[in-house]
């Protein structure tokens, strides 16, 4: 079970439909689970425009059960791709590892791993304490100043938030002007400094993109 995270904008669910389309180009037979995708219910979409058709899951959806049913079936279950697994609940990925250990089923999760308060998401808590391997994708999400994101901002119609429920789907093109998100790094996440709020105060130290050297890039030790 190998948990692939980072924040938003960093290519996770492009990375599982290249993953996808990897092991299935090489006759292996899989299953693709998505939970509250900004596309709407049973797709994966990444921002790149690629979109394909998932298992939507749900409070009710038992892994365990759903590939064993199959098995059952006589169907071949050879792997997972888990998008958005930070909406899954602890008791899911659980779950997702019993079926790695006793039943040979290779499990790829990808998400996020805190949510606009900065708070651990619980199925990426949970995968990071069960899962063979946590990898950090390598693609950098850039705050606005250029700097690298680090954290997940919510606004609402346009202002930072740090408070109220920990799961809104976002970014949906239905309504710009309610929720949104906006990747920051943690300068600005602290100071609740958006893109939109230091256009606002262009002549103060954090006026983007001009005076970058208010937020310098980190050092490659800090990376």
């Not at 996770?12 to 006759?27: E, I, P, R, Y």
């Amino acid at each position: 079970m190998v948990f692939f995270c980072g924040t938003m904008d960093c290519g996770k669910s492009t990375l599982a439909l290249q993953m996808d389309h990897n092991h299935a180009a090489h006759g292996r037979v899989g299953l693709i689970f998505t939970r509250q995708d900004r596309a709407g219910r049973y797709r994966l979409s990444s921002r790149l425009g690629l979109e394909v058709v998932a298992h939507e899951v749900t409070d009710e959806t038992d892994f365990w059960t759903e590939v064993l049913d199959r098995r059952m079936r006589g169907e071949r279950v050879d792997y997972l791709v888990c998008d958005e697994a930070q909406f899954y609940s602890p008791e899911q990925i659980e779950q997702l590892a019993r079926l790695v250990d006793e039943v040979g089923v290779d499990v790829f999760a990808f998400g996020i791993t805190a949510d606009f308060r900065t708070r651990l998401f619980p199925g990426s808590e949970r995968l990071i304490e069960l899962a063979d391997r946590v990898e950090e994708l390598q693609v950098q999400s850039l705050c606005w100043c250029g700097a690298r994101a680090t954290h997940n901002a919510r606004t609402i119609r346009g202002v930072m938030v740090v408070e109220g429920k920990q799961v809104m789907v976002g970014d949906t093109g239905v309504d710009p002007e309610a929720v949104g998100y906006e990747v920051l790094c943690r300068r600005h996440h602290m100071r609740r400094m958006t893109s939109a709020a230091a256009r606002a105060t262009a002549s103060g130290p954090d006026a983007p993109p001009s005076t970058l050297a208010a937020c310098p890039l980190p050092h490659p030790l800090d990376a």
